[in-house]
């Protein structure tokens, strides 16, 4: 029988657990627009779809659970939501707003380590508390990769999340 | 925004560099120079406004096509001026996929005429140059640019 899904596993398309996570999370915030060049490179597209089956294998192995997020930063959401169509499934879109984005406010503009670049992955950690009012820790950005041949690359290195200077448990 | 862009723009301005899985980043620079007239006498003058950029990158042109960030003027004036045309050299096609990006790619000038009252005025010219610059990744930035006296 034929079947349109890849087999090899480093090409899965990802899938949304649609669980409420609990614990430490990773979150892996990819950043782009239609207006950016780099981003429309087939390499870097090709790069985002396998970051996140990458990155969510390392989260599990972790024990950590993982949410992937697309910010399109086009001014207009019909091209934001456009833009990342052939992405692949997410498990929140922030689409519109140009720089003024509320997830580039929050991991570019409020972080004062953020850069205010296209293409650019950020992964952050944080942990969740449920309850009657859920709860979460200050997000840690473990990496930040920026660069239409940047992202390809560290995917092709296996998208480790870990900052490269240091070694998670 | 013109905060935050002035934060790139100051940023990039500086030649900053990313930790990490990054490179390093652009330069971009300006200047608004009187090509004829003068805001103390006449009532016409023509201005040039100069970019230079790192090699290598580039900017969009004011209609970059569907693949781009458009660069922008927004002229700050005396009470009474104004700004009658503006003339940009012809930006560069670069073929993006199947679009066509409009860009440019080296020190380029824009030329335009402003208008305004005889009287003297204490008020700069200036304005606000935005832009994003790319190559492997795209920047936002602004620099803004006062015409001497």
């Known amino acids: ?24 999370q990773i979150v892996a ?10 981003c429309l490179l087939p390499e870097v597209k090709a790069a985002v779809r396998k970051m996140k089956v990458l990155v969510a294998d390392q989260a ?10 697309a910010a399109a930063n086009d001014w207009e959401v019909a091209k934001a939501t456009s833009f990342v169509e052939p992405l692949g499934e997410f498990d929140q879109l922030v689409l519109g707003g140009n720089w003024t984005n509320l997830a580039i406010e929050r991991y570019v503009w409020r972080d004062p380590e953020g850069v ?52 998670h448990p | 925004m013109r905060g935050v862009l002035t934060r790139v723009a100051l940023f990039v301005a500086l030649g900053g560099q990313f930790p990490g899985d990054t490179q390093p980043l652009p330069k971009v620079s300006g200047s608004l120079v009187r090509v004829r007239g003068s805001t103390r006498g006449d009532s016409a003058i023509e201005v040039r406004v100069d970019i230079a950029m790192t090699e290598g990158w580039h900017i969009g042109a004011r209609q970059p096509g ?7 003027l ?24 199947r679009d066509s990006a409009f860009i440019y790619t080296g020190p380029f000038s824009i ?11 204490q008020e700069p010219i200036q304005l606000v140059f935005s832009y994003g610059i790319c190559r492997e990744m795209c920047i936002p930035g602004e620099v803004t640019l006062r015409l001497a006296r």
């Open chain 1, 1 to 24: 029988m034929l079947t349109s899904r890849p087999m090899l596993s480093q090409e899965r398309d990802y899938v949304p657990s649609y669980e409420t996570p609990k614990g430490r």
């Open chain 1, 29 to 38: 915030i990819y950043i782009g627009s239609t207006t950016c060049g780099p």
């Open chain 1, 60 to 69: 599990k192995q972790q024990g950590a659970g993982f949410a992937a997020v």
């Open chain 2, 66 to 72: 569907k693949v781009g960030i458009p660069t922008k």
């Open chain 1, 116 to 167: 205010p670049a296209m293409p650019q992955i950020l992964i952050v950690e944080r942990t969740i508390t449920t309850g009657t009012r859920m709860s979460f820790s200050e997000p840690k950005v473990l990496r930040r990769i920026t660069g239409g041949k940047e992202i390809p690359a560290w995917v092709e290195r296996g998208a480790p999340i870990s900052a490269p200077d240091t070694q």
């Open chain 2, 111 to 121: 030329h335009a005429s402003l208008v305004g009252p005889r009287a003297t005025s």
């Open chain 2, 74 to 97: 927004e002229w700050q004036l005396p009470k009474g001026w104004s700004v009658t045309s503006e003339n940009w050299p012809a930006p560069k096609t670069e073929p993006v996929g």
